[in-house]
């Protein structure tokens, strides 16, 4: 299938989108540009691009990963692309294996999984299943607007506290608020761990890097309702944004721990596959004197490349740069006194069964 560039859609159709354009994934054969023939301008542009759902019929839902970068060797994700439309999302190129673009399919085209919670029960009654925390969402937010209609992700945490199976999250949206009372019922029995996601402080740079995220003070405060509850709360700076948002980390991380945050991590900015020219497309777009400066801190710390697929290196980076921003964090971390999260209980574990499932003979 050969897909047309969308880099001719005008700028209203494309309002409250984070690319710039939904160029062809990495498995097409054929890709078409637009060209100009005279007629451009004269013609109506294109309706406002709306948002899709389709229904992802996996029979499972728990994916495992061996990443020695990760804390954790399972997760779910009930959502397939992400309407927040953050430019930098390394979460795109998943796209690709669809048949879609990782620009503007990945967040118009959703794909959401009606039959996750029921999966889940299925796959945790599993004789063999050995319990560990699942990091609900490391893929694509499971508080993304989609989720305010379907409550996918509420199901799911209804499964895990039935279950007493333990839970992390990361999200951007205020919409897990809604989901308060399982979590504080979760975080009672040391269960859960909340992450909320910021990138930077200024709302205007929010607005046209993370388009339909909560915005930055909106993240505060459910940072602050979630530690509040008693939940155990802290927040992931990712990405630090070389040049663009990496002088922010010492007020980031100042207005977390004001906020209650007990934990902070970090993660520099990953550009895979086609997240690369999706990025640059954006600089061009919405800060044409800072991409050169960008682009080459970044190359600083990815062994002169824009991206560095190796683990041990792909998440903080290496160089005098990286190191830097890492004493950076480590010196405000220690100075602010976070206290840390509570290590997650596996020791309740319990398989409720179906109501439906055939009954033993002894």
Same mark, same amino acid.
């Given at each position: ?111 959401f999984k009606p039959d996750a919670p029921e999966l889940l029960r299925r796959e945790l009654s599993f004789p063999g299943y050995r319990p560990a925390p699942i990091a609900l969402g490391a893929n694509t937010d499971a508080w993304q607007p989609a989720e305010r209609r379907l409550g996918i992700t509420r199901a799911l945490l209804e499964v ?55 915005? &930055? +003070? ?6 602050? %309702? #979630?530690?509040? !509850?008693?939940?155990?709360? *802290?927040?992931?700076? /990712?990405?630090?944004? &070389? +040049? ?6 010492? %007020? #980031?991380?100042? !207005?977390?721990?004001?906020? *209650?945050?007990?934990? /902070? ?12 020219? #999706? ?84």
């Amino acid at each position: 299938m050969a897909r047309m560039s969308q880099r001719s859609l005008g700028t209203e159709s494309r309002r409250g989108r984070g690319a710039p354009s939904n160029p062809a994934n990495r498995y097409e054969a054929h890709y078409y540009e637009p060209f100009n023939d005279g007629w451009e301008g004269s013609d109506p542009q294109p309706a406002r691009i709306e948002t899709s759902l389709t229904a992802d019929s996996s029979r499972s839902v728990i994916a495992r990963n061996s990443s020695p970068d990760l804390p954790f060797d399972r997760s779910i994700n009930p959502y397939r692309g992400c309407e927040h439309g953050c430019i930098y999302c390394y979460a795109r190129p998943s796209h690709a294996w669809l048949g879609l673009s990782p620009g503007l399919d990945f967040e118009t085209r959703l794909f959401f999984k009606p039959d996750a919670p029921e999966l889940l029960r299925r796959e945790l009654s599993f004789p063999g299943y050995r319990p560990a925390p699942i990091a609900l969402g490391a893929n694509t937010d499971a508080w993304q607007p989609a989720e305010r209609r379907l409550g996918i992700t509420r199901a799911l945490l209804e499964v895990l506290r039935e279950h007493h199976h333990p839970v992390t999250l990361v999200t951007k949206s205020a919409l897990v608020e809604r989901d308060i009372d399982l979590l504080s019922d979760l975080a009672g029995k040391d269960l859960v761990h909340a992450m909320v996601s910021l990138t930077t402080l200024d709302r205007g740079l929010a607005r046209r890097m993370e388009p339909r995220a909560a915005a &930055p +003070a909106r993240r505060l405060e459910t940072v602050r %309702r #979630l530690a509040a !509850a008693g939940i155990p709360t *802290g927040v992931m700076i /990712a990405p630090v944004i &070389p +040049a663009l948002t990496d002088s922010e980390m010492e %007020r #980031l991380l100042g !207005a977390a721990r004001k906020a *209650g945050a007990a934990e /902070a991590a970090y993660v520099l900015l990953r550009l895979p596959l086609e997240v690369e020219p #999706l990025f640059r497309e954006w600089l061009e777009a919405h800060a044409p004197g800072m991409a050169k400066r960008v682009l080459n801190r970044l190359r600083d710390s990815r062994g002169g490349r824009l991206n560095d697929p190796r683990f041990g290196s792909r998440m903080l980076g290496e160089g005098p740069y990286a190191e830097l921003i890492g004493q950076r964090f480590r010196l405000v971390h220690r100075r602010l006194g976070f206290p840390g999260l509570p290590v997650l209980s596996i020791e309740d574990f319990r398989v409720r069964r179906s109501e439906s499932a055939q009954l033993s003979l002894f």
